[in-house]
C-alpha cells in the first residue's frame, strides 16, 4: 500500500478536529444548526492553516447521507463523506482555479450548475485558489453567484484575497483563516509523533513549529521529512544536518564576535557556517532571526510570549544581548535585511557579507558626518562609534581631550606630555590699555598670535575695537555672521586679548558702527583665498578631523558670504 504523509494522514474530519481555527468553525457549527448556511464563502489566509480542510468538512456536514439535514457533526463512514474526504464526489467539485482560470471553465461551470445533484441536497463547488481566475471569468461567475440556484452552494478559498474583486468579495461570507500560533502547533506534533510512536527531543518540536510559520502542513510536511531520515530519536542536529539549516549555535558564536569586537573570529565563524554548506543569504536570514529575538529580549523580557525559543536558548541570547543595545540591534537588522536584497545580485556574495559583518563588529572605528561633527563639538572625544554597539573603549582622541579645554584646546599653562611645548603668547601693549593704543596696534596684536591662539586672527580681522569702558571691549562686526561666530570663540579671544595687553578684559560684539572705517571689506562670495587663508584653512581642526575620518582630499577651498547661517 502506498505511503500517506502526513498532512494528508492526520487531516481534520471535523469541526472539531480543525486546529487553530476554533472561531471559524465555531461560526460554521452555529449557522448550520440554525440554518442560515450562506449560498457563497470565501475562505482566505496563508498557506497549510486548513482552508481547504474546513472547505471539505462544510461540504460533509451539508451533504452527509446519514443525517435527514445538514448536520454540525458528519458522520464521516456514508458513501457522501468518504468521497468528500478523497475529492471524488460527483455533487462536490473542487476546482483548482490557477490552472482553470479562463471563461470557457466558468460558462461550462455556469451551465452544469442547473442541473440537480446527483444523490446529495446539495452541488457543492470548491475552487482553490479563486484569486487566479481572470477579470473576465470573475465577471462571468457574478451573476450566479448573486442569484445562484438553491442546490448549489460555492466554496472559494484563498492566499492573497486582495486580488479578489471585490464584487465578488461583497457576494460571499468572508472568513480569514489565522496563522497558526506555535504552542499549538508543538501539541499537535507531538501528539501525532505519540501516534506513531516516534521517540523526540523536546527541542525539536519546537524548532519545527517555528519554521513552519504559522503552517500547519508545512510542520507536517517537515516532519515528515525527519521521520524519512529514520533515526531515532529525532533531534534538533537532524534537523539542521537534513534540512540545510544553518547551527543556532554557530550563527549564536557569529553575533557574540561580533559584539566583542573580534574581526579575526568573526571570519573564522563564517567560513565555518560556510563549510556545512550554508549559503550567505541562509547565514543572513539567521542572523535577521536571531537578531530580533535579542531586540524581542531587551525591549519586552526574557519571558516574552513573543519569543519562539527553548530555555537554554533564552540564556544565551539573553547573555548575548547584553553587548548590544536596542538601536543597534535594529540598525543591524535592517542592515542585513538590505544587504540579503544585494547579496542575491552580487557575483563576489561572500566578500559582501564578510564585509557587512565585519563593519558591524568593528563599528567603533567608523564614524558619520554626524558623529564628526559632535565630535568636533564635543572637543574631540569619542563620538560613540557608529551607534551599532554600547560601551565603546574610549578612543585615543578622548584621552587626549582630557587634558583639554571645554572646546577641546590645551588651556594656558596646561601641556600633553607626548606633545612637544608650544610657545607662550606675549604681551605686545606695554603702556596703559586705551581704546586708541588698541586701534593703533590691533594688527601687531593680531599677528602676535601664537600656539592655541594661532587661528584667531583671522577672525579677528574681520572685527575692530570699538568701544572699552573699564576692562570691558566692545568689538565692532560687520555682519552677523562673524556675531554668531563669535560666541564659539568668546572663551580664546578674551584670554588671547588679556595676554597680549597685559590687562584682563572682558570682550563683547555688536553691529559694527556706521564710522567702523577699521573693518575690512568682507570679500566677495566665490573669491579665490590667498595662500596664508587657504594654509589656515587646511590646518583647521575640524578639516583635519573630517579629511582624517573620511579619508578625503581637499579639491577646492571657496569663500562664501559672512553673513550666511550656517546650519550644524
Not at 62 to 89: K, M, Q
Amino acid at each position: 500500500m502506498a505511503y500517506t504523509v502526513l498532512a494528508r494522514r492526520y487531516r481534520s474530519q471535523t469541526f472539531d478536529d480543525v486546529v487553530g481555527q476554533d472561531a471559524v468553525a465555531q461560526t460554521l457549527k452555529n449557522a448550520i444548526k440554525k440554518d442560515k448556511v450562506a449560498h457563497a464563502y470565501l475562505f482566505s489566509g496563508t498557506r497549510g492553516v486548513g482552508k481547504t480542510t474546513m472547505a471539505r468538512i462544510l461540504a460533509k456536514s451539508l451533504n452527509c447521507l446519514n443525517a435527514d439535514e445538514p448536520t454540525a457533526e458528519p458522520c464521516c463512514e456514508c458513501d457522501s463523506c468518504v468521497a468528500i474526504n478523497t475529492g471524488e464526489d460527483i455533487d462536490v467539485i473542487e476546482i483548482d482555479g490557477a490552472s482553470n482560470r479562463g471563461i470557457e471553465n466558468i460558462r461550462e461551470l455556469r451551465q452544469n450548475a442547473i442541473y440537480r445533484p446527483a444523490r446529495s441536497r446539495f452541488k457543492i463547488y470548491i475552487i482553490d485558489e479563486v484569486h487566479m481566475l481572470t477579470v473576465d471569468a470573475f465577471n462571468a461567475l457574478l451573476k450566479i453567484l448573486e442569484e445562484p440556484p438553491a442546490h448549489v452552494k460555492f466554496i472559494f478559498a484563498t492566499t492573497e484575497p486582495n486580488k479578489v474583486l471585490p464584487t465578488i468579495q461583497s457576494r460571499c461570507q468572508r472568513f480569514d483563516f489565522s496563522s497558526i500560533n506555535p504552542e499549538t502547533i508543538c501539541a499537535q506534533l507531538k501528539k501525532i509523533l505519540q501516534n506513531e510512536g516516534i521517540k523526540y527531543e523536546d527541542e525539536l518540536v519546537l524548532h519545527v513549529a517555528r519554521l513552519a510559520n504559522g503552517s500547519m502542513r508545512d510542520a507536517l510536511s517537515l516532519l515528515d521529512q525527519l521521520i524519512s531520515a529514520g533515526v531515532e530519536p529525532l533531534t534538533v542536529e537532524l534537523l539542521e544536518e537534513f534540512l540545510g539549516e544553518p547551527s543556532r549555535e554557530q550563527v549564536a558564536q557569529l553575533i557574540g564576535y561580533i559584539g566583542d569586537s573580534e574581526a579575526a573570529a568573526v571570519l573564522q565563524a563564517i567560513e565555518s557556517l560556510i563549510k556545512t554548506g550554508q549559503t550567505p543569504i541562509l547565514i543572513v536570514d539567521s542572523l535577521i532571526d536571531q537578531m530580533r529575538d535579542m531586540m524581542v529580549l531587551k525591549a519586552a523580557s526574557k519571558e516574552s510570549d513573543l519569543l519562539i525559543l527553548t530555555p537554554s536558548e533564552r540564556d544565551t541570547l539573553s547573555k548575548l544581548s547584553e553587548k548590544f543595545d536596542i538601536p543597534g540591534l535594529i540598525y543591524n537588522i535592517t542592515a542585513l535585511e538590505k544587504l540579503r536584497w544585494t547579496i542575491k545580485n552580487s557575483e563576489t556574495p561572500r566578500a559582501l557579507l564578510e564585509a557587512s559583518i565585519l563593519r558591524f563588529a568593528l563599528s567603533e572605528h567608523f564614524l558619520g558626518v554626524e558623529q564628526l561633527l559632535a565630535k568636533i563639538q564635543s572637543g574631540g572625544g569619542n563620538a560613540g562609534g557608529a551607534g551599532l554597539k554600547k560601551n565603546f573603549p574610549p578612543s585615543l582622541d578622548a584621552k587626549k581631550s582630557a587634558s583639554a579645554g571645554p572646546t577641546g584646546v590645551p588651556q594656558p599653562g596646561q601641556q600633553n606630555s607626548s606633545e612637544p611645548a608650544q610657545p607662550q603668547q606675549q604681551q605686545v601693549l606695554n603702556g596703559p590699555v586705551t581704546l586708541e593704543s588698541l586701534k593703533d596696534n590691533w594688527t601687531a596684536i593680531l599677528d602676535s598670535a601664537v600656539g592655541p591662539y594661532a587661528k584667531l586672527p583671522g577672525f579677528l580681522k574681520q572685527t575692530v575695537p570699538q568701544e572699552l569702558a573699564g576692562n570691558t571691549l566692545t568689538l565692532g562686526a560687520a555682519t552677523s555672521f562673524v556675531m554668531k561666530r563669535f560666541e564659539s570663540l568668546h572663551g580664546r579671544i578674551e584670554e588671547f586679548l588679556s595676554a597680549a595687553t597685559g590687562q584682563k578684559l572682558i570682550v563683547k560684539i555688536e553691529k559694527a558702527k556706521a564710522s567702523g572705517k577699521h573693518i575690512p571689506k568682507p570679500q566677495s562670495p566665490g573669491s579665490k583665498l590667498s595662500a596664508e587663508e587657504r594654509d589656515e584653512a587646511e590646518k583647521d581642526p575640524a578639516v583635519k578631523l573630517l579629511r582624517n575620518g573620511l579619508d578625503a582630499n581637499i579639491a577646492m577651498i571657496e569663500r562664501v558670504p559672512q553673513d550666511q547661517n550656517r546650519s550644524a
